[in-house]
């Protein structure tokens, strides 16, 4: 099993960078695909960006393609979500999951998840 612990959430302007970071214990964080998801007040639970285990597949939302840039070091167990061009529908609380299998974290039917981090943005 994997517990994930998110880290780098705040609240920024319009525009601005954060570079949001999960870091995974245990030993099948390299073989697991990893992913972003989001979820605004009111709203379900949305897919970000996923990452295979090797980094080969990578896929994004259409709503966040071009601005934000998920990477993994599995020599750290850290997977990352670099987001720039903040606006402020991308206030949501976003977690970090995993799966070992790429299409499932796609789908976001995830083995596991972590906490969630905090994104605000204001406009």
């Known amino acids: 099993q994997v517990q994930l612990v998110e880290s780098g959430g705040g609240l920024v302007q319009a525009g601005d960078s954060l570079r949001l970071s999960c870091a995974a214990s245990?030993?099948?964080?390299?073989?697991?695909?990893m992913g972003w998801f989001r979820q605004a007040p009111g709203k379900e639970r949305e897919f970000v960006a996923a990452i295979s285990w090797s980094g080969l597949r990578i896929y994004y939302a259409d709503s966040v393609k071009g601005r934000f840039t998920i990477s993994r070091n599995n020599a750290k167990n850290t997977v990352y979500l670099q987001m720039n061009s903040l606006k402020p529908e991308d206030t949501a609380v976003y977690y970090c999951a995993g799966d070992p299998s790429t299409d499932t974290v796609v789908a976001g039917r995830c083995g596991y998840w972590g906490q969630g981090t905090q994104v605000t943005v204001s406009s």
């Open positions: 245990g030993r099948t964080f390299s073989s697991s695909a």
